[in-house]
């Protein structure tokens, strides 16, 4: 059974960037047909997708945060990294990594894994 595990700093200054990290254990994230997604779920709000890694190493990510997002990956550790540049406050939220057979990025998602989620607070 595949089991992700999200880790990283529970607080960031405002204007810093933010880094990430989803452990991947039970399966290889480069088995064909899977997509690794971050995901973020500010309080009150809604879950909202931010990108994706695709098995062959291809990116994916929300044009409201193209600017910003950049999504690695480590085959070598079986993980991969979210980066989000120049957070501000309204990044605040709980941040997931999910596997998913296909990229929705809109609600209602299909996940066949996902991890517990971590706090992120940002700071002003």
């Known amino acids: 059974q595949v089991q992700l595990h999200e880790s990283g700093p529970g607080l960031v200054k405002a204007s810093q960037t933010l880094s990430l990290t989803c452990t991947v254990s039970?399966?290889?994230?480069?088995?064909?047909?899977?997509?690794y997604s971050w995901l973020r779920q500010p309080p009150g709000k809604e879950l909202e997708w931010m990108g994706a890694?695709?098995?062959?190493?291809?990116?994916s990510y929300n044009p409201s945060l193209k600017s910003r997002i950049y999504i690695e990956r480590d085959t070598t550790k079986n993980k991969f990294t979210l980066l989000l540049g120049s957070v501000t406050p309204e990044d605040t939220a709980v941040y997931y990594c999910?596997?998913?057979?296909?990229?929705?990025?809109?609600?209602?998602?299909?996940?066949?894994?996902r991890g517990q989620g971590t706090q992120v607070t940002v700071s002003s």
């Open positions: 890694m695709a098995y062959s190493g291809g990116p």
């Open positions: 999910a596997r998913s057979r296909k990229v929705k990025t809109t609600p209602p998602y299909e996940f066949d894994s």
């Open positions: 039970g399966d290889s994230i480069t088995t064909n047909g899977y997509y």
